[in-house]
Nanobody, 125 residues
């Protein structure tokens, strides 16, 4: 089963930037569509972005489009999320896992993976 370990979170002021990393083990990152998700207190998981293993395209949800950039390094089996222009509403625990695109939504696909420990991002002045 695939495993993921996220890192790079922290406290940042509004307008600031962070780069999250997700180390993938138990399989090759380019064999699966991998996505970034977040969960804020009292809210459901929100799919933010994913890189499709079928066409190599990167997809984003509207709330982060233009501010977040997802990338991956297949040699390092690591995926990244560059987050710019951060807002207080971006505060959440951020996770990566396998994903699927369905009707325009980025959804977790947990048949062959599980949630990692996540990394906390807090945007506050």
């Amino acid at each position: 089963q695939l495993q993921f370990v996220e890192s790079g979170g922290g406290l940042v002021q509004p307008g600031g930037s962070l780069r999250l990393s997700c180390a993938v083990s138990g399989g090759a990152s380019d064999d699966f569509t991998i996505g970034w998700f977040r969960k804020a207190p009292g809210k459901a998981y929100e799919g933010l972005s994913c890189i499709s293993h079928r066409d190599g395209h990167t997809y984003y949800t509207d709330s982060v489009k233009g501010r977040f950039t997802m990338s991956k390094d297949n040699a390092e089996n690591t995926v990244y999320l560059q987050m710019n222009s951060l807002k207080p509403e971006d505060t959440a625990v951020y996770y990566c896992t396998t994903a699927v695109l369905a009707a325009g939504a980025i959804l977790p696909l947990l048949n062959f993976a599980s949630w990692g420990p996540g990394t906390q991002v807090t945007v506050s002045s």
